[in-house]
């Protein structure tokens, strides 16, 4: 199998882009968005890892096989994510238990 070898000039951009956005993180941190906070960190975060999975991990350029592996992880995170909520908002509340930590 012929491996796909990339120029120090494209990590070079993929590690300022890394760095650009955890700066952004960090910044966006200390604004008050409001309940819009977490969807902006969440889409930093989305962003992140697709820099990270398409270049570092070598998926851009790699056959139509890794590609189909690469999503079905994600919709295998998908489904797992998807029981997690369906537990989570089907719980009930119990009389008289309060949580350890009052949020």
Do not use: C
Request: charge should be positive; aromatic fraction near 14%; avoid cysteine.
């Amino acid at each position: 199998m012929k491996s796909h070898v990339l120029p120090l000039r494209v990590y070079l951009q993929v590690f300022a882009a890394l760095m650009t956005l955890t700066a952004v993180t960090t910044g966006i941190a200390f604004v008050d968005l409001g309940a819009w906070n977490t969807v902006v960190a969440l889409t930093i975060a989305l962003v992140k890892v697709v820099v990270v999975v398409l270049w570092f991990m070598h998926v851009k350029y790699s056959p139509r096989l890794i590609w189909v592996a690469a999503l079905a992880s994600l919709y295998w995170l998908l489904i797992l994510f998807g029981f997690l909520m369906s537990d989570y908002v089907t719980r009930v509340p119990v009389e008289g238990w309060a949580p350890p930590i009052a949020w």
